[in-house]
């Protein structure tokens, strides 16, 4: 080779070297020396550019190319230099023939953007892609003899545009919209079917415990979801599984599936070659150990399956995994709802049901009750007439309550309406206010009524105004102690306004936003009563929308609050109905100021002497002295009668804080207090006395409308002696009185000390001074010896301890201890047997109930003195709430009703203890 053919190629890099050391002549080329100029010039500007370039020159297309295009033809280089184009890119001629044939015959340039070729570069037919640009090149002459292609590879470019459409697609299907999970699937494979390039078949596995299920395939037109199975048993896959790579991936193992075309005989690609390989990817899920699912994927037949490749795939897995979780979480949070909606329509028409057959005993309550206050041919007398008024006025406040309920069920429910009438509203208004004015005045209040006459007549339902109005004067009484209410009427263009506004206590910024919501009651808020069912703002604001209106509120804390009813005259000037008025109106009004006067009633402050005439002719207890505390003037004046009836001195206040007081300046026998009453409830009057030890000892009994087991035994474990639930037999409130009474006059004549809270929580170190009987350990429990004697007496006859483990066994070895121990000092079998029960109770509870003991163990103590036992149980933890399960809702009340129980909790732990006779006293 001459010097000047190697010059020619000197710059070309690795591909020159190999043109260099070719043989041209035995190419259609010819010898080196022998070509033209302008070719020399070709293949110099092709060797000396960095971007890919291809010289097809001549007849036969002959291929000269620079280093940059060699890496685009992968395994045909360097055989195709010097040859035919049309034999080196056969696979893809009947795509580059038309570009080149064009280039050549028309002089002209051309460029095509994302070129897609078939490509047999890696042993595999290859889907490609390549920008291409063909010119035309000239020989000497300026002839066109050849062409000129310049070319860039942007395979990766579009195939990984493409995968991203794809998986944002997928992204959109994750939203959590869909239906159901089986929907989503659907869906899923639906846009995955959509991209057979990169997909060619897809099937979407659900794990159901042991079980995968198949969601949905790709395919199945063709007939192809015959061949992927089912159902998968986890435990037993059986052989199509393991094929598919099913169970390996639902364990969390990636799978490659080699063997694809011997099972599905599947055409994929842009030229319709079989898929050979397929991919079983585990589904994440939030437990990492166990997939949500399993996708089974095919790979193209035509892309490598290279690291690009796969992490697509991965992140195919990922987006079909929160596709289907948030689809299972729309799901799951939609049948809460449905549930929740059907458990609201079930109590919305419970509410109903009930109010009606509510109507019909109320409907003869009332009415005799009504005509034996209205008939004069046979008078009451005082006494009973006063309690035929109570029962009057309380059964209509039921009735009040029940066409409440009545009314928010219908609400709720979609079916009440507006019985609309054509209304003068400032009289309307005005007169219904005035029905509050004695109400009003008699609270020291000044009530203000501003409600001047409207430019024309408004259309509305009477009844439903009368509702409103009632409400938010009732609301603004009960909350307001000084100052005033004001009501007033105004109008604009566009609505008219009712705007009731108080000097009361106001409402906080965080219950505000609540504040319409039903049952919600403002925690803590002082009021006139805490009688109240918490709809009565709800009603307000659902009645408002009825009417086409709405309610708002503005309101500070100390200063008052200010609720508006706006009904915009579109909604007020509605057609009206005719016909006649439905009845009720006006009894909204007037239940509500007969409640609000039972608020204002206070009591006298003074004892309610007994009445010698009715009461027992001969009484140990005459002369008891009663504390009731009660913030339902009908219930004090029930419960004072009744009492004074027995006998006794009662002192009726309405509530905790008025009855502490009074206890600090005369001790009384008894308090019976109720539980929910303003400034302090029943409960923290309990916590009051207990915690005093000049009161500690002193009898509570607490009377409660809270039935259950949880109030009860909240109540007991606070210290009360009894509690008792509303509605009660007279005769068995008089007989609990009467025995608690007894059984603190017995502990003092026992004891004249009286035994503090402090001696019964920890009972001092006693020594027997009589001998006292050798006691066994029993199982795994230890007898404590003896201590030094007690200053009250309790001990003299015995005093011995054991220490059980806190376990369920504990209470059947401490029967059996204690029933061998005071079965020696011939106590009385009943009362033995009172003793045990109750002991037992208060052990169970010491097991059940402590939380996180210091020590996990459970102490009981017996004691004997002279015509006295005390069985003190003592456990080492915090006290928590008793489950469910193992609440038999009767330990409390069996423990009160076999003994004088007392309860002491600190931070070291709880004791009970429990005092009986010997003697029983039947």
């Given at each position: ?9 000197s ?6 070297r ?37 010289l097809l ?6 291929q000269?190319?620079n ?9 045909k280089?360097?055989a195709?230099l010097g040859?035919d ?7 893809g ?43 035309p090149a ?20 579009v195939?990984?545009e ?6 944002r697609?997928?992204s ?5 919209r ?5 929907a989503?699937?659907?869906r899923l ?15 979407i ?11 949905a395939c ?18 037993d896959?059986?052989?199509?599984a ?7 991936a639902a364990?969390?193992r ?7 075309a011997d ?9 319709g ?5 397929a ?9 990492e150990?166990?997939?949500?699912g ?15 490749y796969r ?8 987006q079909i995994?929160?596709a289907?979780?948030?689809?299972q ?20 028409d419970f509410?109903?049901n009930v ?5 019909t005993p ?16 046979a ?9 035929v ?11 009040t309550?029940?066409?409440s ?23 309307l ?12 005045e008699?609270a020291?209040?000044t009530?203000?009524v ?8 408004v259309t509305?339902?009477p ?5 409103i109005?009632?409400n ?14 004001r ?18 206590i ?6 505000l936003p ?14 006139r ?12 604001h ?13 309101s ?43 608020w204002?009633?206070e ?12 009461g027992?002719?001969v009484d140990?207890?005459?002369g008891?002295?009663?504390?009731v ?15 004074t ?12 804080r ?42 509570v009994?607490v ?8 109030a009860s ?14 509605p ?25 000390a009286?035994?503090?809270a ?7 170190e ?11 350990p029993?199982?795994?429990t230890?007898?404590?010896?003896a201590a ?6 309790l ?28 079965g020696?000092?011939?106590v009385?079998?009943d009362?033995?047997?009172?003793l045990?029960?109750a002991?037992?109770e ?6 059940e109930?402590?939380?996180q003991p ?6 009981v ?8 036992v ?5 456990d080492f933890g ?14 409390a ?14 931070v070291?732990?709880?004791?009970v ?5 010997l003697?029983?006293?039947?």
């Amino acid at each position: 080779m001459t010097r000047p053919s190697i010059d020619l190629f000197s710059d070309g890099g690795d591909t020159g070297r190999l043109m260099a050391e070719l043989d041209w002549a035995r190419t259609p080329l010819g010898p080196v020396s022998g070509w033209p100029q302008s070719l020399r010039a070709a293949v110099r500007l092709v060797l000396s550019s960095r971007y890919p370039m291809l010289l097809l020159w001549g007849d036969d297309f002959s291929q000269l190319y620079n280093d940059a295009y060699s890496t685009l033809i992968g395994d045909k280089h360097p055989a195709a230099l010097g040859n035919d184009v049309r034999v080196t890119l056969a696979e893809g001629w009947d795509v580059l023939a038309p570009l080149i044939e064009q280039a050549m015959a028309t002089g002209v340039a051309s460029w095509v953007p994302a070129l897609q070729l078939l490509l047999e570069r890696a042993g595999y037919r290859e889907e490609a892609y390549f920008s291409v640009s063909h010119a035309p090149a000239r020989d000497d002459e300026g002839r066109t003899v050849g062409v000129f292609t310049v070319c860039s590879e942007v395979t990766e470019q579009v195939v990984g545009e493409r995968r991203l459409r794809l998986l944002r697609d997928l992204s959109v299907l994750g939203d959590g919209r869909t239906v159901d999970v089986d929907a989503t699937a659907a869906r899923l494979i639906d846009t995955i079917d959509s991209h057979p390039l990169d997909v060619p078949f897809a099937a979407i596995y659900r794990r159901d415990g042991a079980v995968l299920r198949r969601l949905a395939c790709t395919g199945g037109d063709q007939g192809h979801e015959g061949s992927l199975p089912d159902t998968v048993e986890l435990a037993d896959p059986g052989p199509v599984a393991y094929a598919w790579g099913l169970p390996d991936a639902a364990e969390g193992r990636p799978t490659q599936v080699t063997d694809v075309a011997d099972r599905l005989p599947l055409p994929a690609g842009p030229w319709g070659d079989l898929v050979r390989t397929a991919l079983a990817l585990p589904l994440p899920s939030g437990d990492e150990d166990q997939p949500l699912g399993v996708l089974l994927a095919g790979v193209s037949p035509s892309r490598g399956l290279d690291e690009a490749y796969r992490s697509f795939n991965q992140l195919l897995a990922q987006q079909i995994s929160v596709a289907l979780r948030n689809a299972q979480e729309y799901e799951e949070e939609r049948r809460r709802v449905e549930a929740l909606a059907e458990l609201d329509r079930v109590k919305t028409d419970f509410f109903a049901n009930v109010s009606h057959e509510f109507r019909t005993p109320l409907t003869l309550m009332l009415g005799p009750l009504a005509d034996a206050l209205t008939d004069a041919t046979a008078p009451l007398a005082p006494v009973q007439r006063e309690r035929v008024e109570t029962a009057w006025r309380n059964a209509t406040r039921l009735l009040t309550l029940v066409n409440s309920l009545l009314t928010f069920s219908s609400l709720e429910a979609g079916r009440a309406r507006s019985d609309a009438r054509a209304v003068d509203l400032s009289a309307l208004t005005t007169e219904l206010a005035g029905v509050f004015r004695a109400a009003v005045e008699r609270a020291g209040l000044t009530l203000e009524v501003a409600c001047p006459p409207l430019p024309r007549p408004v259309t509305i339902d009477p009844v439903n105004w009368e509702r409103i109005v009632t409400n938010l004067l009732s609301n603004a009484l009960k909350y307001t102690f000084i100052g005033r209410i004001r009501v007033a009427l105004d109008t604009d263009d566009e609505e008219v306004r009712l705007t009731v506004s108080d000097t009361g206590i106001g409402i906080g910024d965080q219950d505000l936003p609540k504040l319409f919501e039903r049952f919600h009651r403002v925690r803590g808020a002082r009021s006139r009563s805490h009688e109240g069912t918490g709809i009565g703002l709800a009603l307000v604001h659902e009645l408002a929308r009825l009417e086409g209106g709405e309610v708002r509120v503005a309101s500070r804390v100390g200063v008052g609050s200010t609720f508006t009813v706006a009904l915009p005259w579109s909604a007020a000037r509605r057609t009206a109905l005719t016909g006649p008025l439905v009845d009720g109106r006006g009894d909204a009004a007037r239940a509500a100021v007969e409640e609000a006067m039972g608020w204002l009633a206070e009591p006298d402050g003074g004892v309610t002497e007994p009445d010698r005439r009715i009461g027992p002719a001969v009484d140990e207890l005459a002369g008891s002295r009663i504390m009731v505390a009660d913030d339902n003037s009908d219930m004090r004046a029930y419960l004072t009668r009744l009492l004074t009836g027995q006998g006794w001195r009662v002192r009726a206040v309405t509530d905790g804080r008025q009855a502490l007081d009074e206890i600090h300046r005369e001790r009384p026998d008894l308090v019976l207090t109720d539980v929910m009453m303003p400034v302090m409830d029943g409960f923290d009057l309990l916590r009051s006395l207990r915690a005093d030890p000049a009161t500690r000892a002193l009898p509570v009994l607490v009377l409660s409308a809270r039935a259950g087991g949880e109030a009860s035994v909240e109540g007991l474990s606070l210290g009360a002696d009894d509690y008792l639930v509303k509605p009660f037999a007279a005769t068995e409130l008089i007989a609990r009185i009467r025995a608690a009474i007894r059984r603190a006059r017995d502990r003092i004549a026992a004891n004249p000390a009286t035994l503090d809270a402090a001696s019964a929580t920890q009972p001092a170190e006693v020594t027997a001074t009589a001998p006292a009987p050798t006691v066994e350990p029993v199982g795994d429990t230890s007898v404590v010896p003896a201590a030094p004697a007690d200053r009250n007496g309790l001990g003299d006859v015995l005093d011995v301890r054991w220490t059980y483990p806190s376990a369920p066994t504990s209470a059947a070895m401490m029967r059996r201890d204690v029933r061998r121990t005071l079965g020696d000092l011939d106590v009385d079998p009943d009362v033995l047997e009172d003793l045990l029960l109750a002991a037992s109770e208060a052990v169970n509870n010491a097991v059940e109930h402590a939380q996180q003991p210091s020590r996990p163990e459970v102490r009981v103590r017996v004691q004997v003195g002279v015509g006295l036992v005390r069985v003190s149980v003592r456990d080492f933890g915090t006290w928590r709430d008793r489950r469910p399960a193992m609440d038999r809702g009767r330990g409390a009340l069996l423990m009160n009703a076999y003994g004088d129980v007392r309860l002491v909790s600190t931070v070291e732990g709880t004791t009970v203890t429990i005092e009986r006779r010997l003697a029983d006293p039947a």
